[in-house]
């Protein structure tokens, strides 16, 4: 799922990864990853050769100092400052979202390379929601939030560690980092959906399409999200 990017870090295919009903994740549909500004001439042509046609960021306008294009010529370029983790579940950061989403539902759009500054916890939280929805597992997110951690960004658990009688476990409040500005709260962010979402079913899908709905995505483009990412040879 990785590619070497030249001038671009923590680049991968969402792709792959299996569902709960035996089917998987298309690839060449969606890659995530970190901003592009850096990237070199040989990563473009790297980045045309995967046929990406839409640069969408995922960064506030100071962070991608108010761009309006993308660097990669003939991109076509979005801009949604969305939040991330929990916080996606606060009135602030609902309609961002719904705008991501309705972004993602659109075909045309498509291939995506979709990115915030590190393509960890802003494009993380996205990749729960899309993923999620399609009926990849919680463990199977949660492994791929956590191969940000390999990329220099610095490690991305699902929860702090702490020492019990000489033992490491997650801690269960579900936050790494608590800071402000770096803030990593995976696990709570499943332990919220769940919470506030839990259909009867008791499936992850089930409660993310239940937020979606929420937020405002009509049930048409939940659909549409999930009829352009699953893998149409494995139904």
């Not at 506030?60 to 993308?70: D, G, M, V």
Request: contains cysteine.
């Amino acid at each position: 799922r990785f590619f070497a990017i030249d001038g671009v870090s923590n680049f991968r295919d969402i792709g792959g990864w299996k569902t709960e009903d035996g089917r998987s994740i298309a690839y060449g549909k969606l890659f995530r990853g970190a901003h592009i500004d850096d990237i070199t001439e040989g990563g473009k042509e790297t980045l045309w050769s995967l046929g990406i046609k839409t640069d969408l960021d995922f960064r506030t306008s100071t962070e991608a100092n108010s761009a309006t294009k993308s660097p990669v010529s003939d991109l076509a370029y979005e801009r949604i400052s969305i939040t991330l983790f929990d916080r996606i579940f606060e009135e602030s950061g609902k309609d961002l979202m719904r705008k991501a989403m309705v972004y993602f539902s659109d075909e045309s759009h498509y291939p995506i390379y979709y990115h915030c500054k590190a393509g960890a916890d802003r494009t993380g939280t996205v990749t729960f929601l899309l993923n999620g929805l399609c009926g990849v597992s919680f463990a199977d997110l949660t492994k791929d939030f956590e191969l940000t951690s390999f990329f220099g960004t610095g490690n991305r658990w699902r929860s702090a560690i702490a020492v019990e009688a000489g033992v490491a476990k997650f801690t269960e409040d579900g936050i790494m980092n608590p800071a402000q500005d770096n803030y990593v709260a995976w696990n709570k962010l499943y332990m919220e959906m769940m919470s506030r979402y839990a259909q009867e079913s008791g499936k992850l899908s089930d409660a993310i399409a239940a937020y979606l709905l929420d937020i405002g995505v009509t049930e048409t483009q939940i659909e549409n999200i999930r009829r352009i990412l699953l893998d149409k040879s494995t139904i």
